[in-house]
């Protein structure tokens, strides 16, 4: 997993918006939409990291499709010392 995730954050274009987005689903769930306007990114750009988040296993969804909402898996936050880590260079 530690991999994967300095993967996703530091070795492909998007580790920074990612990062943000976990780091604000990690505050507070939020469907795609809330994502877009509290970071002030294209909804089309939110999915797709989203996209990318569930396909690692980072973040998953809960509810329906549009109005889904997204959280950091429990696999993620049993690795959270290494997200710190990774968040923390990414700034």
Do not use: C
Request: charged share 30%; hydrophobic share 35%.
């Amino acid at each position: 997993m530690e991999a994967v995730l300095w993967y996703v954050f530091t070795g492909t274009r998007g580790g920074a918006n990612r990062a943000r987005i976990l780091r604000a689903i990690d505050d507070r769930p939020r469907n795609a939409n809330q994502l877009a306007e509290d970071l002030e990114l294209d909804y089309k750009t939110v999915r797709h990291h989203l996209d990318v988040l569930q396909d690692n296993e980072i973040a998953e969804k809960s509810g329906d499709d549009y109005g889904a909402i997204y959280l950091p898996t429990d696999r993620v936050r049993h690795h959270w010392d290494t997200v710190e880590q990774i968040l923390e260079q990414v700034n």
